[in-house]
């Protein structure tokens, strides 16, 4: 599908890779791998063609369908707010990216089942030959047969199911798309890669956006998938799990080896065993040699032999086996300096209410967190937790109620959309500057900057020309610049290569002040937190204990509080016969407005159930032509799979059918 040949790109001086060459075929479900900032986001901009190569060239095969999730909602061009697809046959740079989703009002489910303008321009076709009653004709056999092979009919089934996986709850199905926060904006682009036919996907750490539900749906999707994939990811459990070869950048070179992740690890530990091995050999080898001509070189009866093994020595020398540096190259290990203390209570919320609009996110909530905490905040995406954190932070105001900060508290942010703490057209030494205290020498900030690898050069670049795990480092350094004693971090680990995840994890854990984070990497979790708060539907609940005590005590944790309310909750007074009959009235008058309004509702159903009939019938009908038209399904696979269907829609019919009478005794 894509061959790369000589392919080199560099940035000034600095070389992101040189010369490689590569081909990825149909079929491969492909891991990229490397420490942050060796340039995979990078290579997947040359694959897209939206970035020139310094040299070589990417071919991308004739009518070769790419979908494209990029790592984040771009930074700086606020022109593309959700980029999406590139349209077929089109070079690249000038059109990559149908960016319609982020701007227009097109509703989640919409973009999902009529956002493919290859599958739009074949229904109004197949409409307008109905509507000329040629449905008979050739051409309308068809367009039939191209929407079927495009997955048309099961569109709105499929798109439901993936949304679900997801995250998504019926009620965001209709919820237009440009009002949803960035982090669902991304979910609602890989649900529409998901849900077209697309015949390479680039997925640019397609788990960054997902709470921990969806990143497992999506590593069983991605396992049973049958398509072809290039996945970037620093989950090596998730990678694992879903992928047949592996891609590995580093050192400015690439290599692709068939097998998931472990096993490429697998193959690297042994290569290294047996280098390392066969490297011992030779030193032995090589000393028993030198001994032997340290003690003959002066007897002349031996001189042949004594020339004959230095030539050996020689020769060893020059093939001499060396063991390669361990390539990765990530933050190591780093420490928060000391803080002053704070006071025990370090912040607490007083019976605070917060509303979005109509929606209530939480109301009455107290909550405390005291000196040396370490708690997580647990719970189902948009439940609130980064509302909750941004409230602690002082960065969300609220509607009611009272926050108070302790003694000597002083607060640092960590934002999930880390506009809100980087300028991005800074340098990256002026943005560690702008966090640092008068005092603070630009040597001193050099060295906390050299630590999180932005060394020389590197602390001159732009902060909008950073990787996702150089700007993710590079809040890090500022944090540690100004060390805070109270830390709030929104998915610090996002973005972060492994090697750097376990220095962030060490660090915490030597960190003296309190911390309140959110994550969705249960190895950082459980290293981390001592204490869980599970947030869900407004309310939070403390679970004293790690991570794994959490796990263990959901399910059967009763909360106290509300035991006590639901006992104390007030009953409404009700009495007096005129008072009675007036309710009686209002009943009765209720009543017959619900009446019509279930009748409504049962005759929507039904329709909705005669539509969904009338594209099971055509649907049955197109697969019933495919199958009939000996120059498509020689393959065996697929006709089975289409006999099931069909066998399948005639079952789903008669239940449609039995559906509609039942309904239609209900209505009154
Ligand atoms: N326009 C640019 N000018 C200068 N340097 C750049 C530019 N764009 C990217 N870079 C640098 O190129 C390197 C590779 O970036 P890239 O985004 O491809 O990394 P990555 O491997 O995807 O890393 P991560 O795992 O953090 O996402 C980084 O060091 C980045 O700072
Ligand atoms: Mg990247």
Do not use: C
């Given at each position: 599908?894509?061959?790369?040949?000589?392919?080199?790109?560099?940035?000034?001086?600095?070389?992101?890779?040189?010369?490689?060459?590569?081909?990825?075929?149909?079929?491969?479900?492909?891991?990229?791998?490397?420490?942050?900032?060796?340039g995979?986001?990078?290579?997947?901009?040359?694959?897209?063609?939206?970035?020139e190569?310094?040299?070589?060239?990417?071919?991308?095969?004739?009518?070769?369908?790419?979908?494209?999730?990029?790592?984040?909602?771009?930074?700086?061009?606020?022109?593309?707010?959700?980029?999406?697809?590139?349209?077929?046959?089109?070079?690249?740079a000038?059109?990559?990216?149908?960016?319609?989703?982020?701007?227009?009002?097109?509703?989640?489910?919409?973009?999902l089942?009529?956002?493919?303008?290859?599958?739009?321009?074949?229904?109004k076709?197949?409409?307008?030959?109905?509507?000329?009653n040629?449905?008979?004709?050739?051409r309308?056999?068809?367009?039939?047969?191209?929407?079927?092979?495009?997955?048309?009919?099961?569109?709105?089934?499929?798109?439901?199911?993936?949304?679900?996986?997801?995250?998504?709850?019926?009620?965001?199905f209709?919820r237009?798309?440009?009002?949803?926060?960035?982090?669902?904006?991304m979910?609602?682009l890989?649900?529409?890669?998901?849900?077209?036919?697309y015949?390479?996907?680039?997925?640019?750490?397609?788990?960054?956006?997902?709470?921990?539900?969806a990143?497992?749906?999506?590593?069983?999707?991605?396992?049973?998938?049958r398509?072809?994939?290039?996945?970037?990811?620093?989950?090596?459990?998730?990678?694992?799990?879903?992928?047949?070869?592996?891609?590995?950048?580093?050192?400015?070179?690439?290599?692709?080896v068939?097998?998931?992740?472990?096993?490429?690890?697998?193959?690297k530990?042994?290569?290294?065993?047996?280098?390392?091995k066969?490297?011992?050999?030779q030193?032995?080898?090589m000393?028993?040699?030198?001994?032997?001509?340290?003690?003959?070189?002066?007897?002349?009866?031996?001189?042949?032999?004594?020339?004959a093994?230095?030539?050996?020595?020689?020769?060893?020398g020059?093939?001499?086996?060396v063991?390669?540096?361990?390539?990765?190259?990530?933050?190591?290990?780093?420490?928060?300096?000391?803080?002053?203390?704070?006071?025990?209570?370090?912040?607490?919320?007083?019976?605070?209410?917060?509303s979005?609009?109509?929606?209530?996110?939480?109301?009455?909530?107290d909550?405390?967190?005291?000196?040396?905490?370490?708690?997580?905040?647990?719970?189902?995406?948009?439940?609130?937790k980064?509302t909750?954190?941004?409230?602690?932070?002082?960065?969300?105001?609220?509607?009611?109620?009272?926050?108070?900060?302790?003694?000597?508290?002083?607060?640092?942010y960590?934002?999930?959309?880390?506009?809100?703490?980087?300028?991005i057209?800074n340098?990256?030494?002026?943005?560690?500057?702008?966090a640092?205290?008068?005092?603070?020498?630009?040597?001193?900030?050099?060295?906390?900057?050299?630590?999180?690898?932005?060394?020389?050069?590197?602390?001159?670049?732009?902060?909008?020309?950073?990787?996702?795990?150089?700007?993710?480092?590079?809040?890090?350094?500022?944090?540690l610049?100004?060390?805070?004693?109270?830390?709030?971090?929104?998915?610090?680990?996002t973005?972060?290569?492994?090697?750097?995840?376990?220095?962030?994890?060490?660090?915490?854990?030597?960190y003296?002040?309190?911390?309140?984070?959110?994550?969705?990497?249960?190895?950082?979790?459980?290293?981390?937190?001592?204490?869980v708060?599970?947030?869900?539907?407004?309310?939070?609940?403390?679970?004293?204990?790690?991570?794994?005590?959490?796990l263990?005590?959901?399910?059967?944790?009763?909360?106290?509080?509300?035991?006590?309310?639901?006992?104390?909750?007030?009953?409404?007074?009700?009495d007096?016969?005129?008072?009675?009959?007036?309710?009686?009235?209002?009943?009765?008058?209720?009543?017959?407005?619900?009446?019509?309004?279930?009748?409504?509702l049962?005759?929507?159903?039904?329709?909705?159930?005669?539509?969904?009939?009338?594209?099971?019938?055509?649907?049955?009908?197109?697969?019933?032509r495919?199958l009939?038209n000996?120059?498509?399904?020689?393959?065996?696979?697929?006709?089975?799979q289409?006999?099931?269907?069909?066998?399948?829609?005639?079952?789903?019919?008669?239940?449609?059918?039995?559906?509609?009478?039942?309904l239609?005794?209900?209505?009154?």
């Amino acid at each position: 599908m894509i061959n790369i040949t000589n392919l080199s790109k560099n940035y000034g001086a600095k070389v992101l890779f040189e010369n490689i060459s590569l081909n990825i075929n149909q079929g491969e479900k492909i891991g990229l791998i490397g420490p942050n900032g060796t340039g995979k986001s990078t290579l997947f901009s040359l694959i897209l063609q939206e970035i020139e190569s310094s040299k070589g060239e990417v071919r991308v095969n004739k009518g070769v369908h790419i979908g494209y999730l990029p790592q984040e909602l771009s930074f700086f061009r606020s022109d593309i707010k959700v980029p999406g697809e590139i349209p077929p046959g089109t070079p690249a740079a000038d059109s990559v990216r149908g960016g319609e989703a982020g701007k227009s009002e097109r509703t989640v489910l919409m973009e999902l089942t009529e956002g493919d303008e290859r599958i739009m321009r074949l229904n109004k076709e197949k409409e307008a030959l109905e509507s000329k009653n040629e449905a008979g004709s050739k051409r309308y056999g068809e367009v039939l047969h191209e929407l079927e092979t495009l997955g048309f009919f099961e569109l709105e089934h499929k798109a439901e199911k993936i949304l679900s996986g997801l995250g998504f709850k019926e009620r965001d199905f209709n919820r237009p798309i440009s009002q949803m926060s960035g982090g669902w904006q991304m979910r609602a682009l890989l649900a529409k890669l998901l849900t077209y036919h697309y015949d390479l996907l680039l997925l640019d750490e397609p788990t960054n956006y997902l709470d921990l539900n969806a990143a497992l749906w999506l590593k069983d999707y991605l396992g049973a998938f049958r398509g072809t994939f290039i996945m970037i990811s620093h989950d090596r459990a998730f990678l694992t799990d879903v992928t047949n070869y592996t891609l590995i950048l580093e050192n400015g070179s690439i290599f692709k080896v068939q097998g998931n992740y472990e096993h490429y690890e697998e193959i690297k530990a042994q290569k290294r065993t047996h280098l390392a091995k066969q490297s011992k050999e030779q030193d032995k080898k090589m000393q028993q040699l030198e001994k032997f001509v340290a003690r003959f070189h002066a007897q002349p009866n031996k001189a042949a032999s004594v020339r004959a093994k230095r030539r050996v020595l020689e020769k060893m020398g020059e093939d001499k086996i060396v063991l390669p540096p361990d390539p990765r190259q990530s933050i190591h290990n780093f420490v928060f300096p000391q803080t002053r203390r704070s006071g025990h209570r370090v912040i607490s919320l007083e019976k605070i209410s917060k509303s979005y609009g109509d929606i209530k996110v939480y109301e009455d909530l107290d909550f405390e967190i005291v000196q040396g905490e370490k708690a997580v905040l647990a719970g189902e995406n948009g439940a609130g937790k980064s509302t909750l954190l941004k409230i602690l932070a002082g960065i969300t105001g609220i509607d009611s109620g009272n926050r108070i900060i302790g003694h000597n508290v002083d607060a640092g942010y960590f934002s999930q959309t880390r506009t809100d703490v980087l300028n991005i057209e800074n340098t990256v030494l002026q943005e560690a500057y702008s966090a640092a205290p008068g005092y603070m020498t630009e040597e001193s900030i050099r060295t906390i900057l050299g630590a999180f690898l932005f060394s020389g050069d590197d602390a001159e670049k732009k902060v909008k020309v950073l990787s996702g795990g150089e700007k993710s480092r590079l809040i890090l350094a500022k944090l540690l610049i100004n060390p805070p004693n109270f830390l709030l971090l929104d998915e610090p680990t996002t973005h972060l290569d492994v090697d750097a995840v376990d220095a962030l994890a060490r660090a915490l854990n030597n960190y003296e002040g309190s911390v309140v984070f959110i994550s969705h990497d249960i190895y950082f979790v459980s290293s981390v937190a001592n204490n869980v708060f599970e947030v869900k539907s407004g309310r939070v609940r403390k679970f004293p204990g790690t991570f794994d005590y959490y796990l263990e005590k959901r399910d059967t944790f009763v909360d106290t509080e509300e035991v006590k309310k639901s006992k104390t909750a007030p009953h409404k007074p009700v009495d007096e016969a005129r008072e009675k009959a007036k309710v009686e009235e209002h009943l009765r008058k209720a009543e017959e407005k619900k009446r019509k309004a279930d009748n409504s509702l049962i005759r929507d159903k039904i329709n909705k159930l005669l539509k969904k009939k009338k594209e099971l019938e055509l649907e049955s009908y197109a697969k019933a032509r495919a199958l009939s038209n000996p120059h498509f399904y020689r393959d065996e696979d697929t006709a089975k799979q289409y006999g099931r269907r069909m066998k399948e829609i005639e079952k789903l019919n008669l239940e449609i059918d039995s559906q509609i009478k039942a309904l239609e005794n209900q209505i009154i």
